[in-house]
Structure formats: C-alpha cells, structure tokens
C-alpha cells in the first residue's frame, strides 16, 4: 500500500497460495467448486504437514444434506487437476474465526490420517493388479484397490517418480509423469497404460505385435508375483 509519504509499502500476498508436492496452487479455485455443491456452506483449503508428508487438506461447513467424501472428489476431479484434489476433508458446524471475522486458519483442526472412503473395489485387469501390486510395495499397504488413489493412501511425488519408474521398466512403455497426476488411481493408470501399449502395439509389424503381446502377459504375471 501507499504511505502517506508516497512510499509504497509490500505487505506480502492477500492472497494464500499454496505449494504441494511442487505444484502452486490456488486454495480459492478449490474452494470455488466445493462451495458451488449443494450441500457445501463453506469450504476452506489449507496445508496440512511438512516436506514430503505436506499434504492439502479441505475443510467443509456443511449445509442440510452435505455430501460425502466421493462425491467431493469426484466434483473437484472433473474441474481441477489431481494435484489440486485434497487429500483429506474435515467436516466442521462453523470455521473458527479470528477477531477481525475472517477465518483464522492457525485454529483449524489437524485432519485424522486419510483413508479411502469408497469400499474396496479389487483390481480387475491384468494391468491393474500389476500396478496394485507395486503400490502395495511402495506403500506398505496390505491391499490396494482398483479405485483407491495413490495419495489419498499417503503416496508423495518422491514415490509417484518410483512408481512410474517401475512402471515404465515393467511394461516397456515411455509413460510421462504427468499422466500419473492426471489420474492417480490404479484404474486410471491402468488406462493409460494400456492406451500407450495400444499405440506400441499399432505401430509394430503383425508378428511382432503377437510376440510383443505373449511376452507380455508373463510380464504381467511376473510384476504381480513380486514382493
């Protein structure tokens, strides 16, 4: 702002953009789609942790009938990138709110430990429970389903680089990173998985291909029966 001298005094942003996993975000444009739902009174973005455990958190004020934790997902999946969907969702009755009555995000619970909120839905493919078997390793869970998102089940970008490492050894394939954000559950990196295989397979000789396709249903197998 402008001093009384003329001097121009910074105050620093107005606004509260947030950094994750190496991506800028803008909390306002989450809040935007969460308060748009029926059910939504409020909705506040913040980050919750730090390094690598930094994780974006959505506090919602419900209205008469709130919806779930899914369908908040799905919502913002279908405006927002990956990136921009928050790992954890708290229900409060009203956001604390700090003496000038804005809200005083200092005050705002630390969320429990996020948990797939959908029932298990078993991976269903080859390629699914190829890739279900490499986050369970990564991640040290017991299972993972075909549904389940990599972050929400506590993946950071450090392990995202290994998975699509291990993926692009396992299936011979040139998969960019940024497709793994694009969709992080195990079925969406199924597709794309098999659309770049689709496209590899199309551009090889009749015979190859077969050959290709034999070797790799035993890959499959094999990344599946890996520890």
Same mark, same amino acid.
């Given at each position: 702002?402008f ?8 105050? !620093?942003?107005?606004? +509260?953009?947030?950094?994750v996993?190496?991506? #800028? &975000?803008?909390?306002?444009? &989450?809040?935007?789609? *969460? ?6 009174? #409020? ?20 209205d ?13 999946? #279908? ?8 790992? %954890? =969702?708290?229900?409060?009755?009203e ?10 995000? %200092?005050?705002?619970?630390e969320?429990g430990a996020?948990?797939? @909120?959908?029932? +298990?839905?078993? $991976? ?13 390793h990564?991640? +040290? #869970? ?7 998102? =990599? =972050? ?6 450090? *392990? %995202? ?7 692009? @050894?396992? =299936?011979?394939i040139?998969? $960019? ?5 694009? !969709? @992080?559950?195990?079925?969406?990196? %199924?597709?794309?998985?098999?659309? *770049? ?5 199309? @551009? ?13 249903? !035993?890959? *499959? ?7």
């Open positions: 702002m001093r009384e001298d003329g001097a121009l005094e910074f105050l !620093g942003r107005t606004d +509260h953009q947030l950094k996993r190496g991506y #800028r &975000i803008e909390p306002g444009e &989450i809040e935007t789609v *969460l308060e748009r739902m029926p059910g939504v009174k #409020r909705a506040i973005a913040v980050t919750r942790g730090e390094g690598a455990a930094r994780r974006l958190v959505a506090y919602v004020v419900p008469v009938e709130p919806p779930d934790e899914m369908a908040m997902r799905a919502t913002l999946r #279908r405006s927002l990138p990956e990136y921009m969907v928050p790992a %954890a =969702f708290v229900r409060l009755d956001l604390p709110l700090g003496s000038h009555g804005k809200v005083d995000r %200092a005050a705002l619970p969320p996020a948990a797939p @909120s959908s029932a +298990h839905v078993p $991976p269903r493919t080859p390629t699914e429970e190829a890739i279900a078997a490499i986050w369970t990564l991640l +040290h #869970r017991e299972r993972v389903g075909a549904e389940d998102n =990599f =972050f929400d089940l506590g993946g950071d970008s450090l *392990l %995202a680089t290994q998975v699509v490492s291990r993926v692009r @050894s396992a =299936f011979e040139d998969l $960019p990173l940024r497709r793994f954000f694009e !969709g @992080s559950t195990v079925a969406a990196l %199924a597709g794309a998985v098999e659309e *770049l295989l689709v496209e590899k397979l199309e @551009s090889m000789p009749e015979d190859d291909a077969r050959r290709r396709l034999a070797r790799d249903a !035993g890959i *499959l197998q094999r990344v599946s029966d890996e520890p």
